[in-house]
């Protein structure tokens, strides 16, 4: 019989509760599906003012008395909750905060999305907490699945303070890493606020990074295995700085703990043939409804330029530099002088908003841009889009190019990350291929795979082929399910074996540096 694990999950982001990205998706997709296969899952999301209690069923759970920790200079109490997702048996607990988390936003400001000051005192509050609920609960635990630099304090807390733990003296950690691009970088002097071992904030030590804290390191350091989103970008993030954003050299250091599992895509969610977000429903057998959903969308957002015959490119995004939209604002008007529409979601950086709103005020009865975050408009965006453009400068998994294919909305991705590995140029002469594909990170080669996309759109046949191809790829959690049971037992086995132990105090104590 195969083994059933004890699995914890800490993260900051978990679908249907709090989103911001794909890490949300993530949990809360891997979480079911581990939950499915027999394992005992709980997962360890912060209570943002955002989750409502009545919306999401939660329950309070009564903690020992005074169960509190003094981070900022204040004692402040742990609070916790108790539900579950829809359809999913993971059990999921809400630790809470009068001071640090009862404001609506996850990571900032929900309207001037300007990061929260005490993010670093808010994330080292969640993470002790997480080890000490283990504790109260008397929840014996084989792994501690950390996502990201908000949870990424767990593995050097268990070592340092909770080895002698019974719950957790035989767990093991994997710290999956979304993006390097933020890695919770905060300055020295909060180091006595969260009461962080300062012995560890030396210069080059497992802390410190360029005279600041930085939690990511501090996982890339204590956990027993790392992963990543993607192959490609496991190997990416270990070649320089470009990728690894200062902390390829930590990296390379536990290149032997390093993998790569790729995101998979939850099809309960994400199918064309049963979404309720879309008015007309389709398949890859008869997909003739998102042709109507193309049509609804044009008169929803008053395209009045476009046709049924119109090539439209969707856009579903975080507005950040990661995501390419230098690139895209480079070619924008190019693309918009052919018989082409485009529709955009997101929200970020206000650069951004300014700039796309200006587009729209430009074209527009051929631009539509929405600033906001909308679950509903972003699966009719994949619904009802021919194409959807991600030209990523950077992209470590990427869910949205998966989500396109099963929509038949065929991505145009930069050849990198996650996109490299999901996305196959389409072939006209064999017929294969998912998708348009471009290698430099240049405004022509973005503006090539464009010009190929809309040009085979004009060949009914060929683009039937491809939009059968995409809609039959098969992206299911399945495999990367046991991709991370793998990754469990390695962890567990890695933390009952001696020569990684050794290791990792050698590199403690400066041995082995960034
Ligand atoms: P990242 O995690 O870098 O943002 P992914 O492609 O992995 O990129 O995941 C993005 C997820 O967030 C997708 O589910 C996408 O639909 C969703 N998303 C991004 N922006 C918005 C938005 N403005 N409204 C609704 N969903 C959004
Ligand atoms: C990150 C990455 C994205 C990935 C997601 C979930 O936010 O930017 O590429 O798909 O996390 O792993």
Redesign the pocket.
């Known amino acids: 019989m195969k083994r059933k694990f004890k699995i914890s999950i800490a993260s900051a982001e978990m679908v249907p509760f709090a ?1 911001v ?3 949300g ?1 993530v949990v809360g997709s891997l979480s079911k599906k581990l939950a499915t296969m027999g394992h005992e899952v709980r997962v360890f999301l912060p209570r943002y003012g955002s989750i409502k209690a009545k919306e999401h069923g939660l329950r309070k759970v009564r903690l020992p008395e005074g169960m509190s920790l003094n981070i900022g200079g204040v004692e402040g109490e742990i609070l916790l909750w108790q539900s579950r997702a829809k359809g999913s048996s993971a059990k999921v607990y809400f630790v809470g905060n009068d001071h640090l988390f009862s404001r609506e936003g996850i990571y900032g400001d929900p309207v001037t999305h300007e990061d929260y000051q005490d993010n670093g005192l808010r994330f080292t509050f969640f993470c002790k907490a997480i080890l000490e609920l283990h504790k109260a609960l008397g929840l014996e635990t084989d792994v501690l699945h950390c996502n990201d630099h908000q949870t990424a304090l767990i593995p050097l807390l268990l070592r340092r303070d909770y080895s002698g733990e019974p719950t957790l003296s035989n767990a093991g950690t994997l710290f999956t890493i979304h ?1 390097m691009g933020y890695q919770g970088v905060y300055p020295l002097d909060i180091l006595e606020q969260t009461g962080l071992p300062e012995d560890l904030a030396y210069p080059m030590g497992p802390l410190e990074f360029w005279g600041k804290l930085n939690f990511m390191k501090s996982a890339i350091v204590y956990s027993d295995v790392i992963s990543t989103v993607s192959e490609t970008y496991a190997k990416e993030i270990q070649s320089g700085e470009e990728f690894g954003f200062g902390l390829e050299g930590s990296l390379k250091a536990r290149s032997e703990d390093l993998f790569g599992v790729l995101n998979g895509v939850d099809y309960t969610a994400w199918n064309p043939a049963r979404d309720r977000h879309i008015p007309h429903k389709y398949s890859a057998s008869d997909w003739g409804g998102k042709l109507k959903n193309k049509l609804y969308l044009i008169e929803k957002e008053k395209l009045t330029q476009l046709s049924e015959k119109s090539f439209l490119l969707g856009v ?3 507005l950040a530099d ?1 995501k390419g939209f230098d690139l895209l604002q480079s070619i924008v008007e190019e693309m918009l002088s052919k018989d082409l529409g485009l529709v955009l ?3 970020g950086q206000q650069k951004y908003h300014e700039y796309f709103l200006a587009l729209r005020s430009k074209y527009p009865g051929k631009v539509s841009v929405s600033l ?4 509903k ?2 699966h009719l965006i994949e619904a009802a889009s021919d194409a959807f453009l991600m030209p990523s400068k950077y992209e470590p ?4 190019q998966m ?1 396109s294919m099963k929509y038949g909305s065929i991505p145009i991705v930069r050849y990198t990350g996650g996109l490299a590995d999901t996305v196959e140029e389409f072939e006209p002469a064999s017929g294969s291929g998912t998708g348009f594909v471009f290698h430099g990170y240049t405004p022509a080669a973005l503006m090539e795979a464009v010009t190929r996309a809309y040009d085979t759109y004009q060949d009914k046949q060929q683009w039937s082929r491809l939009v059968k191809n995409a809609m039959e790829a098969d992206f299911s959690w399945r495999r990367s399910a046991q991709g991370y049971v793998e990754l469990y037992k390695r962890a567990i086995e890695r933390k009952t074996s001696g020569p990684f132990a050794s290791w990792v105090d050698a590199l403690a104590e400066g041995a082995v540096g960034r």
């Open positions: 989103k990205g794909g890490l998706d993006n579903v995004s975080r990661q979601l997101g929200a906001k975050f909308s679950e408009l972003a998994c990427g869910l949205n989500y």
